[in-house]
């Protein structure tokens, strides 16, 4: 039965629950069709091993799962989240497409009967890590029980049934729904865990560890070497003092190769954005609006909320007391200063980019939460219900039990809590309310009130008063400190103009720096959905993989909230597979400096077999300790990580110097190891070190496959066409 304890709370648990099976789900089976319907090439999404991906399939996919979060109350996702939530589903699809395809090729699978037994069995350790699944595991039995899966169903039918109002049985028959939609999905989850469980018992099935790499694996890790260190660093060097061929470039190319291989198209592209903001113009007019506010606020014939009204204040005015929480920091912090009455001069807030005049009507000490109980009489004849109120607030007076009054009328009079909380988020209150909440927050422990009210009266007892605060009857006007057309049009035809005598790519640079712009670089996929985070950029995507060729600049385009202005120009696209050596050059160059001036530096370490030799020689000197084998050496006087030095040091015996030059990123090194001690407080258990680095092994080795398997399936996207 703690099923059922469970369901009656699904309201926020349910949705994260949802959130992961449906996931699963989609990057599981979702895309079982897709494919083998003859499509149009302007539909497609993309195509992953051969097989056509559908953008009609793939949005409904993706509206199905924005439905579910709005069936519990979720609301539409903003563009932000919807993206994310798209490329979840896309990738997952891409894993799960290459996991697919190995384990086919190694004869694993999950057969339906299994999956069967899995669940009646209840034991495997991956039904705890599936949704929904892993709710109706018992926690005491750790078991999965399939008899509280039925039991919550019948629970939610049960009350839908027997719900007292529409809105509760409509909210059991939509959990009811939700619960019958996912379990589908759950167990197509968990078959998906299972084969790649499988999977990954293969792989670290021929994973082992034994003693003596355990040993080398503490020793490295443990033993700690000091050292006088010697150093040549590059720097010394003038790059121009170096010469470096093609042949050198070419060299330096094929033995970086590998390092250079891509498994995707890109597209480097320059840009520039332009933020058009208020000229002085726009925010003088604001402030002359903000000057009427203020002096409107010093005006006794006008009320607070017609000053805000009328100043088109973004915050409106509640007309009630309200806490430091319910104002932003701004506001806050200025009405600690000010004394009841007060008006504050206009003042700009550079946090969120507004003009603000403040009137603080009142200060008051008050509850932040209360207590009440209430008999409602509404929608009778106005004077029975006055009447009808009166003789109840008497009768209350006199002694009578509350309760007994309201069941008399129908009504249960249960105490209930409200918080300052209640109304401060509200945009606006009606009179009514205004009136209730007042009364609450001012009334006095016990105190009964008499409330007439439009739809009828109502008798409030307010019975307990909690966590008193000061709260601040507080009138603002804040107004964003806009653009107006005006300066637009002439930001625009300026940006316009700069764009029309740019002409190409590459005359974005001069004519920036004329204009006053900044031009910038980004490298695209297809799975970008903007430029560097730029609001409702998504057409500039868009034209540099489907319009563009090199050396094209794109029309103006306005993003951001409209307030930005965006050119964009393709420079380079670069194929999948490896990198050209050309776009590679100036990387390479500085490979082939620094290994020239290794040689270099390394010649002046001729014959060097001492500290002191290696001082004659020019090098700097320097203490060096706690070098390790597991994790690159520390050289403090040229600040900067030194991994080759970690296996050289460790590599050479106490008191001994080293043989050789040791070349490094920032200099070429010799030493002599001083001094060689295991780390204090710690020893060495062969069994306990064999599993750690048994379990090192498989997060590497599982780490690896994966990247690998994703690079067995040929992908084409073209999702940049859609969103």
């Given at each position: 039965?703690?099923?059922?304890?469970?369901?009656?709370?699904?309201?926020?648990?349910?949705?994260?629950?949802?959130?992961?099976?449906?996931?699963?789900?989609?990057?599981?089976?979702?895309?079982?069709?897709?494919?083998?319907?003859?499509?149009?090439?302007?539909?497609?999404?993309?195509?992953?091993?051969?097989?056509?991906?559908?953008?009609?399939?793939?949005?409904?996919?993706?509206?199905?799962?924005?439905?579910?979060?709005?069936?519990?109350?979720?609301?539409?996702?903003?563009?932000?989240?919807?993206?994310?939530?798209?490329?979840?589903?896309?990738?997952?699809?891409?894993?799960?497409?290459?996991?697919?395809?190995?384990?086919?090729?190694?004869?694993?699978?999950?057969?339906?009967?299994?999956?069967?037994?899995?669940?009646?069995?209840?034991?495997?350790?991956?039904?705890?890590?599936?949704?929904?699944?892993?709710?109706?595991?018992?926690?005491?039995?750790?078991?999965?029980?399939?008899?509280?899966?039925?039991?919550?169903?019948?629970?939610l039918k049960q009350a839908a049934q027997q719900a007292n109002?529409?809105?509760?049985?409509?909210?059991?028959?939509?959990?009811?729904?939700?619960?019958?939609?996912?379990?589908?999905?759950?167990?197509?989850?968990?078959?998906?865990?299972?084969?790649?469980?499988?999977?990954?018992?293969?792989?670290?099935?021929?994973?082992?560890?034994?003693?003596?790499?355990?040993?080398?694996?503490?020793?490295?890790?443990?033993?700690?070497?000091?050292?006088?260190?010697?150093?040549?660093?590059?720097?010394?060097?003038?790059?121009?003092?170096?010469?470096?061929?093609?042949?050198?470039?070419?060299?330096?190319?094929?033995?970086?190769?590998?390092?250079?291989?891509?498994?995707?198209?890109?597209?480097?592209?320059?840009?520039?954005?332009?933020?058009?903001?208020?000229?002085?113009?726009?925010?003088?007019?604001?402030?002359?609006?903000?000057?009427?506010?203020?002096?409107?606020?010093?005006?006794?014939?006008?009320?607070?909320?017609?000053?805000?009204?009328?100043?088109?204040?973004?915050?409106?005015?509640?007309?009630?007391?309200?806490?430091?929480?319910?104002?932003?920091?701004?506001?806050?912090?200025?009405?600690?200063?000010?004394?009841?009455?007060?008006?504050?001069?206009?003042?700009?807030?550079?946090?969120?980019?507004?003009?603000?005049?403040?009137?603080?009507?009142?200060?008051?000490?008050?509850?932040?939460?209360?207590?009440?109980?209430?008999?409602?009489?509404?929608?009778?004849?106005?004077?029975?219900?006055?009447?009808?109120?009166?003789?109840?607030?008497?009768?209350?007076?006199?002694?009578?039990?509350?309760?007994?009054?309201?069941?008399?009328?129908?009504?249960?009079?249960?105490?209930?809590?409200?918080?300052?909380?209640?109304?401060?988020?509200?945009?606006?209150?009606?009179?009514?309310?205004?009136?209730?909440?007042?009364?609450?927050?001012?009334?006095?422990?016990?105190?009964?009130?008499?409330?007439?009210?439009?739809?009828?009266?109502?008798?409030?007892?307010?019975?307990?008063?909690?966590?008193?605060?000061?709260?601040?009857?507080?009138?603002?006007?804040?107004?964003?400190?806009?653009?107006?057309?005006?300066?637009?049009?002439?930001?625009?035809?300026?940006?316009?103009?700069?764009?029309?005598?740019?002409?190409?790519?590459?005359?974005?640079?001069?004519?920036?720096?004329?204009?006053?712009?900044?031009?910038?670089?980004?490298?695209?996929?297809?799975?970008?959905?903007?430029?560097?985070?730029?609001?409702?950029?998504?057409?500039?995507?868009?034209?540099?993989?489907?319009?563009?060729?090199?050396?094209?600049?794109?029309?103006?385009?306005?993003?951001?909230?409209?307030?930005?202005?965006?050119?964009?120009?393709?420079?380079?696209?670069?194929?999948?597979?490896?990198?050209?050596?050309?776009?590679?050059?100036?990387?390479?160059?500085?490979?082939?400096?620094?290994?020239?001036?290794?040689?270099?530096?390394?010649?002046?370490?001729?014959?060097?077999?001492?500290?002191?030799?290696?001082?004659?020689?020019?090098?700097?000197?320097?203490?060096?300790?706690?070098?390790?084998?597991?994790?690159?050496?520390?050289?403090?006087?040229?600040?900067?990580?030194?991994?080759?030095?970690?296996?050289?040091?460790?590599?050479?015996?106490?008191?001994?110097?080293?043989?050789?030059?040791?070349k490094g990123l920032q200099a070429a090194y010799m030493f002599?190891?001083?001094?060689?001690?295991?780390?204090?407080?710690?020893?060495?258990?062969?069994?306990?070190?064999?599993?750690?680095?048994?379990?090192?092994?498989?997060?590497?080795?599982?780490?690896?496959?994966?990247?690998?398997?994703?690079?067995?399936?040929?992908?084409?996207?073209?999702?940049?066409?859609?969103?």
């Open positions: 039965m703690a099923a059922i304890g469970k369901i009656r709370s699904w309201g926020p648990v349910l949705i994260t629950i949802l959130a992961i099976a449906l996931l699963g789900f989609i990057a599981e089976t979702a895309f079982e069709t897709l494919g083998k319907k003859k499509m149009m090439d302007s539909r497609t999404a993309g195509i992953v091993d051969g097989e056509k991906v559908d953008i009609n399939d793939f949005t409904q996919l993706v509206e199905e799962y924005q439905q579910l979060l709005k069936l519990q109350g979720q609301g539409d996702l903003k563009e932000d989240a919807l993206n994310n939530l798209r490329d979840y589903i896309w990738n997952n699809y891409l894993r799960n497409k290459a996991i697919e395809k190995e384990a086919a090729e190694l004869g694993l699978m999950v057969t339906d009967e299994e999956l069967k037994n899995v669940l009646a069995e209840g034991t495997h350790p991956s039904l705890r890590q599936v949704p929904l699944i892993g709710e109706f595991v018992n926690q005491q039995t750790g078991r999965f029980d399939y008899t509280q899966v039925n039991t919550a169903r019948e629970y109002t529409m809105e509760e049985r409509q909210q059991a028959l939509e959990q009811s729904e939700l619960l019958e939609r996912c379990w589908p999905l759950a167990e197509k989850l968990l078959r998906q865990q299972l084969l790649l469980d499988k999977y990954q018992a293969l792989l670290t099935g021929c994973i082992a560890s034994n003693p003596v790499s355990a040993k080398a694996a503490f020793d490295g890790a443990n033993v700690e070497s000091k050292v006088l260190l010697a150093s040549l660093p590059y720097a010394s060097v003038n790059d121009n003092d170096i010469e470096v061929s093609d042949a050198d470039l070419k060299d330096k190319y094929n033995e970086m190769k590998p390092a250079f291989k891509t498994y995707e198209e890109t597209r480097d592209v320059k840009y520039v954005a332009y933020q058009v903001l208020p000229s002085q113009q726009d925010r003088d007019k604001l402030m002359e609006i903000m000057g009427e506010a203020y002096a409107s606020f010093n005006k006794d014939s006008l009320t607070a909320a017609e000053v805000v009204r009328a100043s088109q204040s973004q915050v409106p005015y509640v007309g009630l007391p309200v806490t430091r929480s319910a104002m932003s920091y701004d506001i806050a912090a200025r009405v600690d200063s000010m004394s009841v009455g007060q008006v504050s001069e206009p003042f700009e807030t550079a946090g969120d980019n507004t003009f603000n005049v403040v009137k603080l009507l009142n200060k008051v000490q008050a509850p932040d939460s209360v207590e009440f109980r209430a008999i409602a009489l509404m929608g009778l004849d106005p004077t029975a219900s006055e009447k009808m109120a009166d003789s109840i607030y008497q009768a209350i007076k006199a002694g009578a039990v509350f309760d007994s009054i309201a069941k008399k009328y129908g009504q249960t009079g249960a105490k209930n809590w409200i918080t300052s909380a209640n109304y401060q988020s509200m945009q606006s209150i009606d009179m009514d309310n205004r009136q209730l909440f007042s009364t609450l927050f001012s009334a006095a422990t016990g105190e009964l009130k008499n409330l007439k009210l439009s739809q009828g009266n109502m008798v409030v007892q307010v019975t307990d008063r909690r966590a008193m605060v000061t709260k601040y009857d507080v009138a603002v006007v804040k107004r964003t400190i806009n653009y107006s057309t005006d300066t637009h049009t002439q930001a625009y035809n300026q940006f316009s103009q700069f764009v029309s005598e740019s002409q190409n790519v590459d005359g974005l640079a001069a004519k920036a720096a004329e204009y006053g712009y900044t031009v910038l670089d980004r490298q695209l996929t297809a799975g970008n959905h903007n430029i560097a985070n730029l609001q409702g950029s998504h057409d500039a995507v868009k034209w540099a993989f489907g319009q563009a060729d090199e050396g094209d600049l794109s029309e103006v385009m306005r993003c951001g909230n409209g307030d930005y202005l965006l050119v964009v120009g393709l420079q380079k696209v670069t194929p999948e597979g490896y990198a050209d050596i050309n776009s590679k050059r100036e990387e390479l160059k500085q490979m082939v400096i620094r290994d020239k001036k290794f040689t270099k530096l390394a010649e002046k370490f001729n014959g060097v077999n001492s500290i002191d030799a290696a001082k004659n020689a020019g090098a700097q000197v320097d203490t060096v300790d706690l070098i390790t084998f597991a994790a690159p050496a520390s050289i403090r006087s040229l600040g900067t990580m030194e991994p080759a030095l970690s296996g050289a040091v460790s590599a050479t015996e106490k008191g001994q110097f080293s043989k050789a030059p040791v002599q190891v001083l001094d060689r001690q295991t780390r204090q407080g710690v020893q060495f258990d062969a069994k306990n070190q064999e599993e750690m680095l048994r379990q090192q092994a498989v997060r590497q080795v599982m780490s690896i496959a994966n990247q690998d398997l994703m690079h067995t399936i040929k992908v084409q996207d073209f999702r940049y066409n859609f969103f």
